[in-house]
């Protein structure tokens, strides 16, 4: 039996929110590349927590990007938002596998900088969905 839409984006999103609790630490504790990848992640699940609180029954793909347009189907403001989330879409493979960069391993290439941003942009996308969909943390 289907959960109800409400339940199942409170689902996403409570994981997207520790998810999130997660990649700031590893940001603040030098796993830079795992926070990146783990920022990609959060905004992802944030996204299919607002296409599910908008009675969509299943969400697939792992673009931020794509899953932002198709949300901004759904309200203008998401869709505003898509172009500057789309940055974590970078961070879905290289940040895993050496093969995803030319002469280096993601442990290497990553920073505090870029880790701390992309945990920024994850929070940003968090908190934009809880608040238009009306499930904000508490």
Known sequence: MRKPATEEARRWLDQAREDLKWARRLAEEGGYHIACFLAQQVAEKAIKAFLYAKGESMVLGHSVSALAEAAGQRDERMGEKRDVWAILDGYYIPTRYPNGLPDGIPARVYNHKAASEAV??????????ADLIGLQEG
């Open 120 to 129: 920024e942009l994850a929070r940003d996308v968090v908190e934009t969905v």
